[in-house]
């Protein structure tokens, strides 16, 4: 037995917490209920590419080339016309309640245009107030418009081209050419889910044994800081294999999320991540007096990792500042890593920023984690 | 016994926040010996002993447990001390078995599973074994610590206020279990409110405000305090008790039963205030022998005094 480290100890530490962790059947009913939870809830509702939103028609002029616009747009799934046939002045009112997302305007002398071959024009307004909402729609919408028109006028083989081409648009989406957001969404949550309950369970290690008293026995005892932190870290690198498992699977399973990377690449990577999130967790709990602190300060954490890391918005839209704050959450790199790897089939050289980058996080913070940690009562 | 103590510590000081809790105390206690360490709540107690097992720094002194420095050898003296804290501090969603099994892990005893065999069997714990310590009354509860404190064979136990809370029989237990340990040559530090518990201390050790105050056997700490000690008897001590409060000499008035106990260190002067009010009240009047409650209240007065 040395003075700083024993197996016989850290495997006394380990079996201590596991039997713990077992007896404490919410919180283990939590850390297996709650990721399953939000991957349904998440990967089903959340969704940047939105369909069926509500659309007004103002079309003073029916004719067959606006029936036909209106079938191709309703045919895209983006608009749903819920109001056709009202006034410009109705339309604006239902636009600025809110009611509908778009409003489609088919001039009287489209119609004219269109056979003339000069350049006929669509009025599209859109609620953008939430600007992925409209993205979706308004990129489809020209090329429908174009393809419909074409249709309309087989026969008129010159007009055609001409009115189609005033309406041309090319959109490229790589990587997701159908735009199925749960592709982005899945391999991130996966990185939310861990980060969650990671981070909040080790950041309670340290401060339920001092809550409940049990502080003071342990460190009369010899064991040591490092066997200590192993001993609270370790079990929830096995709980967090378990999520891992559950979520990979269902992405594949129940979202077909394509996969197109190294496994092994992949795996490598989640485990550096969930180290980097167990250490920040048991630093927390260095730094806090109570759990309840504990939960405090990782919720003050969590909610700007959540919103700046790339995960709910685009991270390379956000200004400068907000990027460079961002690189500081680990959450950030997996993110990079994950959708790389699981989308792009990147290799190790196109991940190895965000691989450092998480290896230096577990580093960094490991050394605080033990030079914070009390070894008295002081 | 050999001749160097268990416990030898000089001028220890800590203080917390600007307070000093510990205040320059000194502490022998000799091995194989069981040392009462007495005092008011808040005194420095519970600080105290900590120090001593490596558990806080002292900001200042030095000293020795077990022949082993505090300030450079604590990790060592860890292996060697059993400390029984206040409040229960094993795990109550572990059994009585797997809280043993812990704590023999971690002192790396080998092999482990008779360890914890031989100290359930020892301290009749078998029975309960797969209980979960959470479940268990006060008494079974300090069973439980002080098992786990001595299953590594400590030279050295420190045990604060390990009775509290605790029923009569229960205590009269814990405490034959002590001497029965201090007799195969266990040293014993051990805090207590108790009179009858410091009673059966071989020295008792008394600290206020974070000093130390008095040091000896119970005989000499009675002794050392000069404190002389009157018994009034008769139908009218709520009187007489009246009539005394505030008269030369008179320190400290109380009632037991039907008799009332005056104490005072000015014996002299005690002794006239009495029996005048004897006279007056009709009370039979007979000297007695200082309890050792006197002594502490009568400590306690003194020392919040030079705090003042």
Avoid at chain 2, 282 to 305: K, N, Q, W, Y
């Amino acid at each position: 037995m040395t003075r700083w480290f024993s197996l016989t100890r850290l495997l006394t530490l380990l079996r201590k917490e596991m039997i713990q962790m077992r007896r404490d059947r919410i919180t283990f009913a939590m850390m297996l209920g709650v990721p399953l939870m939000q991957l349904m809830l998440f990967g089903f509702a959340i969704n940047t590419d939105p369909k069926g939103l509500p659309s007004a028609l103002v079309a003073p002029t029916q004719d067959r080339f606006s029936r036909a616009i209106v079938s191709a747009l309703e045919l895209t799934g983006y608009y749903r016309f819920t109001s056709a046939g009202v006034s410009a002045a109705e339309a604006e009112a239902l636009l600025a309640r809110g009611d509908v997302s778009f409003v489609v305007t088919v001039p009287s002398d489209f119609g004219r245009r269109v056979l003339r071959g000069d350049a006929p024009t669509l009025l599209i307004e859109a609620d953008a107030t939430d600007p992925s909402v409209a993205s979706g729609a308004i990129s489809t919408l020209s090329t429908v418009a174009a393809q419909a028109l074409q249709r309309e006028l087989g026969t008129q083989a010159e007009a055609a081209a001409q009115a189609a081409q005033s309406l041309q648009v090319v959109v490229h989406r790589r990587y997701n050419p159908e735009g199925i957001t749960q592709y982005n969404i899945v391999p991130g949550l996966l990185g939310v889910i861990l980060q969650l309950t990671m981070v909040m369970m080790t950041a309670m290690a340290l401060t339920r044994e001092i809550e409940r008293g049990t502080m003071e026995n342990l460190l009369s005892m010899p064991a040591t800081p490092l066997e200590i932190m192993l001993g609270k870290l370790l079990p929830y690198v096995a709980v967090s294999a378990v999520q891992v498992l559950v979520v990979l699977g269902a992405a594949q399973v129940v979202f077909g999320v394509p996969f197109v990377g190294s496994l092994h690449l992949l795996l490598g990577g989640i485990l550096l991540f969930v180290l980097a999130l167990l250490v920040l967790g048991y630093l927390i709990s260095t730094v806090a007096r109570t759990q309840m602190q504990a939960m405090q300060l990782t919720f003050f954490f969590f909610l700007p990792s959540l919103l700046i890391s790339g995960f709910m918005f685009p991270y390379r839209g956000m200004p400068g500042w907000a990027q460079i704050l961002g690189e500081v959450f680990p959450l950030t790199h997996f993110l990079r890593f994950i959708r790389a790897v699981m989308l792009k089939g990147a290799g190790i050289e196109a991940v190895s920023g965000s691989l450092l980058a998480l290896v230096l996080t577990v580093l960094v913070l490991s050394l605080i984690a033990l030079l914070r940690f009390r070894r008295t009562l002081d | 016994m050999s001749a160097a103590p268990a416990i030898d510590v000089r001028g220890l000081v800590k203080s917390f926040g600007g307070r000093r809790v510990v205040d320059d105390v000194s502490l022998t206690v000799a091995k194989g010996e069981i040392s009462g360490f007495l005092g008011p709540n808040g005194s420095g107690k519970t600080t105290t002993i900590r120090l001593m097992c490596g558990l806080l720094t002292p900001d200042a002194g030095e000293g020795q447990v077990l022949g082993m420095d505090i300030r450079q050898q604590g990790h060592l003296i860890k292996r060697e001390v059993g400390y029984m804290t206040q409040r229960f501090s094993f795990y109550e969603d572990l059994t009585i078995e797997e809280n043993l099994a812990f704590v023999a892990g971690l002192y790396g005893l080998s092999p482990a599973r008779q360890h914890v065999r031989d100290t359930l069997a020892d301290l009749g714990l078998t029975a309960r074994r797969q209980q979960l310590a959470g479940s268990l009354s006060g008494g079974w509860k300090q069973r439980l610590a002080l098992a786990a404190c001595i299953m590594h064979k400590p030279r050295l136990l420190l045990l604060d206020e390990p009775t509290a809370g605790v029923d009569p029989k229960a205590r009269r237990e814990f405490w034959d279990e002590i001497h029965a340990r201090a007799h195969d040559g266990l040293t014993v530090l051990v805090s207590t409110h108790y009179m009858d518990e410091a009673e059966r201390c071989h020295r008792i050790n008394y600290i206020a405000y974070g000093k130390l105050v008095a040091a000896g056997t119970v005989a000499q700490v009675v002794k050392g305090a000069g404190l002389t000690t009157l018994v009034l008897e008769g139908p009218q001590t709520p009187a007489a008790a009246r009539a005394l409060r505030g008269m030369p000499g008179v320190d400290q008035i109380a009632p037991f039963g039907n008799t009332l106990h005056v104490v005072g260190r000015d014996g002299a002067a005690l002794d006239r205030s009495a029996r005048q009010v004897a006279q007056q009240t009709g009370c039979a009047l007979r000297p007695s022998e200082t309890s050792l409650e006197d002594v502490f209240i009568h400590f306690m007065g003194e020392a919040r005094d030079n705090m003042a």
